[in-house]
């Protein structure tokens, strides 16, 4: 049985497409953002974990060795925001189960990506505070905090606004 072909229309962006195309087009999409998402999880993720084997780790106080714990906690959750999709696919995979698995992607990638926004606004406020002091490690928190704030959030609803308030 043939899907019906839908127009989608955003701005001068027109598609004829079936729902299961569309469903196709925004896996397609999420599993490259993924992919790149991935790769700097896994990276900053490993460097994380070899840090108490380097020996100046020691020197850290006690609150930095806390926030150290709450960075490691943060990019492990990150990281099974953003490969829980492949098991769910895994498990869906053949079941006529797309859009179910499109939206917990979605859903997934945005927690997994504000888990890692929190971990690099803590990490980066880590090194600045063992490097110059407390002061300037509250210092950097909350100008990335701000910066974080001011792209993933206040920037995209910007965007939507001043777009149609369609999506696809």
Known sequence: MREETVSYQHGDDERNESPGERLDRNWNELLQELRVTQTGIQILFAFLLILPFQARFDVLEGRQVHLYVVIVGLI??????????VLI??????????DELVRATNKLTIVGLGL??????????????????RTAGYITAALCTVSLLGLWVVLPRILLRRSDGRYE
Not at 76 to 85: D, E, L, N, Y
């Open 116 to 133: 890692l926004g929190a971990a690099l606004v803590c990490a980066t406020a880590l090194v600045v505070d063992v490097v110059l002091g």
């Open 76 to 85: 492990t959750a990150s990281t099974f925001c953003v490969i829980t999709p």
């Open 89 to 98: 696919h895994r498990m869906l995979f053949r079941r006529r189960a797309k």
